[in-house]
T-cell receptor, first 114, second 110 residues
């Protein structure tokens, strides 16, 4: 079974703090994705990576950065957290040679910024 | 503006009822995907459709390419079907990026 894990299920941070959300997958997938999910807006892509040290902006990259130093780990960074970044964050991974719909999602991190 | 519309947004059903969730999109797609999100956030894939109809157990998914519309049906619903159901589309020319609907929250009451 493919496993995508995220470092925290629930996180509470203060405005202005630097926040790291970690995602690890154990199946040697090339592609990894970070989404946020908000009521009424659905899932929106923040960033994705198709290889180590490679990254591409998604639909809503503002206020976020990412890091992929190792193939199995994709980190989402909020440089200075703001209340409008309170959301559910979902990580996903996908092997390069599989159809695009075969994304494997992690359990999600519910981040609250106060 | 989210171009993938789902309806209804929330749905409560009695156990055993037949359930339909709808998804419509605005332009040509290469694939449509139905996802199920359990309480706690984890998402699993249910179906991928590019045409016609697919069935898996009590779940049936249909797509009408001309009308740009897909439906997910659950027959003989059960409380364990309670989840958020999400429609995702990959638009023609959009590469590998998916665009997600807002989700339908289903609660099945015993």
């Amino acid at each position: 079974d493919v496993k995508v894990t995220q470092s925290s299920r629930y996180l509470v941070k203060r405005t202005g703090e630097k926040v790291f959300l970690e995602c690890v997958q154990d199946m040697d997938h090339e592609n990894m994705f970070w989404y946020r999910q908000d009521p009424g807006l659905g899932l929106r892509l923040i960033y994705f990576s198709y290889d180590v040290k490679m990254k591409e902006k998604g639909d809503i990259p503002e206020g976020y950065s990412v890091s992929r130093e190792k193939k199995e780990r994709f980190s989402l960074i909020l440089e200075s957290a703001s209340t409008n970044q309170t959301s559910m964050y979902l990580c996903a991974s996908r092997p390069l040679d599989r159809p695009a719909y075969e994304q494997y999602f992690g359990p999600g991190t519910r981040l609250t910024v106060t | 503006k989210n171009e993938v519309e789902q309806s209804p947004q929330n749905l409560t059903a009695q156990e055993g009822e037949f359930i339909t969730i709808n998804c419509s999109y605005s332009v040509g797609i290469s694939a449509l995907h139905w996802l199920q999100q359990h309480p706690g956030g984890g998402i699993v894939s249910l179906f991928m459709l590019s045409s016609g109809k697919k069935k898996h157990g009590r779940l049936i998914a249909t797509i009408n390419i001309q009308e740009k519309h897909s439906s997910l049906h659950i027959t003989a619903s059960h409380p364990r079907d309670s989840a958020v159901y999400i429609c995702a589309v990959r638009y023609l020319g959009a590469g590998n990026q998916f665009y997600f609907g807002t989700g339908t929250s289903l609660t099945v009451i015993p």
